[in-house]
């Protein structure tokens, strides 16, 4: 069945113990994790809701991974600790592998295509790749000057992208660690010199199915960073010549950013945003404004897209987690 | 300036022997005053330019997280994603935002039981700056008037109140109110020298030297008819703005060793902090420094991460290096803010204004290193043991530094009491 966002509906409340933040589905499409303000991961079995904790991480995690066989969760956490986890666990899950992988914050990780590598990197300002298989170290990709925000594979699994808060986007080769290119995306970097701070950063990365565009999200308009005025944007790049073609932007949304973007098999652009509203925007590739935008009942935080295609989820602060529909109500 | 005597007698203009001995120190005034030969050791001014007391002021602008700061509940709803790590201090756990600050606990306090009732920027900077209530009837003092008042030499060339700032070009406060203007703060913008404190281009000193002479000889004549506390005011004005023109390399950074740019960071708020410490040893009675912003009502800890961060190794340096210089016996350090922020956790991932349950750090002159006054619950919402306000705070501060917070000012025959008499200090902190 194709997707019809603009017959966008909430479908599933998932609630939780604590305000979410990143989530993910995992590949078989079988369960959606998502982590929480109470430093736990929470999977729910879409068929049943039926919850499921993740507890060990010391402090809040950033951001989780399925691998393609849906066996193996890894999970950022702020605690400097990567950790492996038996995805598909019935009860009471245990960590099957703890790293110590960097020094502060993990923001961000990234599986390669076929599953075998996982990229991580945060506030030590070092991406670091490892074996999914055994936890092992393959490198390191230093360089950047400010905080990792995200990661994400090229399709291809020959390029790891790393945007960072300074609003740049290195393109690392995996097979021998050399920074190829920087994309730019400074407009989602603010500094406001009266708060005399840095705001904003590479909140969302997605290419397009065909690998053509690489699109980079986040804030700009940062006139106010401690009191939330800024508004979403997402730049689109051209792969092959790294250059920015077009804005994607949303109207009547001063206190929004970007938490996240998908990009559909069908080849539009989903970006899940929060601030003051939650909202779905969708846009097509050519136009600036979006298609259709949709409005969720609470603030939206992370994003992530199901492999049917059809079903979308965000993590929001009322502790819910909530699954919305790209089609008619049944 | 020549000695005189004053029409007016009051206290005010009545020097005493210890505070002269505290001016020759302070200013260097073996040099300024020859006549007092007894002085001219520069070893002996170096000592007590030393043991006179001062006060340093870190302010966190905008209402700095006592939860990524000085009382973290890691683990719980309020916690947030921050750890709290050991210090030197045996038992007491800050947050892992400030690593450096807990290798030099031991010299430092904290008061985790503030409830200052008000959620307000502007008032409760009010109250942390006077140590009262705003009311429309009278305007207080600041804690830097007051100090500067109490403590610093009458004649000293260099103003005693001093706020740096991290941007801004520079000015004068009226921040003194019936203490008169000299205790208002002199703004170093970004930390720049005082305004108007170099001779004009253009001007020759030779030309300068004869406008002043003129000026002394006008002055002088019209003293001889009529002498009053302003008129010596206003002649004194002039005098200390010459001296402060001679002494301008009191504020110049760039006289302190490059190796300690290098430790304090070359960013604004390490600037500062050296500027600081390099007043502190100049003698200048009071020095606040501003850390800009923590009103972090959205992404509070990406922003804590980014200032705390920044805030930790400067102001580690600081604490170790007043120490390792003797000076920390004799100046009182506070980390305020015009209050906390709070223990819930909006949608923004942003904490907002929270003046209930909150904390400071404080140590060096007449403060228990180690101490903890006060605490509050598992989840920082209320203040379960020793709660104070900010007029407890400020008899605490003067009485730290050996001024008496139960006496009073004398201003036009009318008594103004120091501090707050609803307050008094909290006494199991002083030494």
Redesign the interface.
């Known amino acids: 069945m194709p997707a019809d966002p603009k017959q966008a509906h909430v479908a599933q409340d998932l609630p939780a113990e604590a305000p979410l933040m990143a989530c993910r589905f995992d590949p078989t499409g079988k369960y959606v994790f998502a982590t929480a303000e109470d430093r736990i991961i929470y999977r729910w079995d879409l068929a049943s809701a039926q919850r499921t904790p993740f507890t060990g991480h010391d402090s809040w995690i950033g951001d989780v991974v399925v691998t393609a066989d849906g066996q193996t969760l890894i999970s950022a956490g702020y605690d400097d600790t990567l950790i492996w986890w038996p995805a598909a666990a019935a009860d009471a899950p245990q960590p099957a592998n703890k790293v110590r992988a960097h020094d502060g914050w993990i923001r961000s990780v990234a599986l390669s295509p076929d599953s075998k590598l996982v990229a991580s990197g945060g506030n030590d300002r070092v991406v670091r790749l490892w074996n999914v298989a055994d936890g092992a170290k393959v490198r390191e990709f230093p360089g950047a000057e400010r905080d990792i925000y995200n990661l994400l594979f090229h399709p291809n699994g020959q390029w790891l992208m790393a945007g960072d808060l300074d609003g740049k986007i290195r393109q690392w080769e995996v097979a021998t660690g050399n920074l190829v290119r920087t994309f730019d995306a400074a407009p989602l970097h603010t500094y406001e010199g009266g708060q005399q701070v840095h705001y904003g950063g590479i909140r969302g990365l997605a290419f397009s199915p065909d690998a053509k565009w690489l699109v980079a999200g986040g804030l700009h308009k940062g006139s106010n960073p401690l009191g939330n005025v800024q508004e979403p944007l997402a730049i689109r790049f051209e792969w092959e010549t790294a250059k920015a073609v077009r804005n994607h932007l949303t109207e009547g949304t001063p206190n929004e950013r970007i938490w996240g973007l998908q990009y559909h098999p069908e080849g539009f652009l989903i970006g899940g945003i929060g601030g003051g509203k939650g909202l779905l925007a969708f846009w097509n590739e050519a136009e600036e404004k979006p298609f259709h935008v949709f409005a969720l009942p609470n603030s939206a935080r992370g994003l992530a897209l199901h492999s049917d295609g059809l079903r979308v989820a965000t993590t929001h602060h009322d502790k819910k987690l909530r699954i919305t529909k790209l089609a008619a109500k049944a | 300036m020549k000695p005189c005597e004053y029409s007016c007698r009051t206290a005010e203009h009545v020097v005493s022997r210890r505070r002269f001995v505290e001016t020759l120190a302070g200013v260097g005034a073996a040099a300024v005053m020859p006549g007092f030969g007894m002085f001219n050791s520069a070893a002996m001014a170096a000592e007590l330019t030393r043991t006179q007391k001062r006060m340093l002021v870190i302010n966190m602008a905008?209402g700095l997280s006592q939860l990524e700061s000085w009382d973290p509940k890691?683990?719980t709803?309020t916690g947030?994603?921050?750890?709290a790590i050991p210090t030197s201090v045996p038992g007491l756990h800050i947050s892992e935002l400030l690593p450096k600050t807990a290798k030099v606990m031991h010299h430092l306090a904290l008061i985790r039981g503030i409830n200052t009732h008000e959620d307000d920027h502007g008032k409760g900077d009010y109250i942390m700056s006077t140590g009262r209530r705003k009311t429309p009837a009278q305007d207080y003092p600041v804690l830097g008037a007051v100090v500067a008042k109490s403590l610093d030499p009458g004649d000293s060339a260099l103003p005693g109140h001093i706020i740096i700032t991290?941007?801004g070009g520079g000015g004068r406060n009226a921040d003194s109110a019936y203490l008169g203007p000299k205790f208002g703060s002199v703004v170093l913008g970004n930390g720049k020298p005082p305004q108007f404190s170099e001779r004009q281009q253009g001007l020759a000193e030779e030309a300068s030297s004869c406008a002043n002479d003129l000026r002394r000889k006008v002055n002088d004549h019209f003293a001889l008819r009529r002498r009053t506390a302003q008129t010596e005011a206003y002649t004194q004005s002039y005098e200390q703005g010459l001296e402060l023109m001679k002494q301008r390399e009191a504020f110049d950074i760039t006289k302190e060793p490059a190796g300690d740019l290098e430790r304090y960071g070359t960013h604004?708020f390490g600037r500062h902090c050296l500027l600081a410490r390099r007043l502190i040893e100049k003698g200048i009675t009071y020095v606040r420094v501003t850390h800009?912003?923590y009103?972090?009502?959205?992404?509070n800890f990406n922003?804590h991460?980014?200032?705390v961060g920044e805030f930790d190794g400067p102001f580690a340096t600081l604490v170790t290096d007043l120490h390792d210089r003797g000076l920390l016996d004799h100046t009182l350090i506070v980390v305020l803010s015009e209050f906390g922020r709070t223990p819930s956790?909006?949608?923004?991932y942003?904490r907002d204004h929270w003046s209930k349950a909150w904390s400071i750090c404080l140590g060096g002159a007449g403060v228990h290193r180690g101490a903890v006054i006060g605490a509050t619950n598992a989840t920082g919402t209320e203040v379960t043991e020793r709660q104070v306000d900010g007029g407890h705070l400020f008899h605490t501060y003067l009485s730290a530094l050996g001024i008496k917070s139960t006496g009073h000012f004398t201003v036009a025959g009318q008594k103004m009491p120091i501090a707050d008499p609803a307050f008094e200090p909290i006494d199991e902190l002083l030494t």
Request: charged share 20%; hydrophobic share 20%; aromatic share 12%.
């Open positions: 905008g890691p683990g709803a947030g994603p921050f750890r991290p941007g604004d800009s912003n009103d972090t009502h959205c992404e922003f991460f980014e200032q956790i909006n949608q923004l942003g």
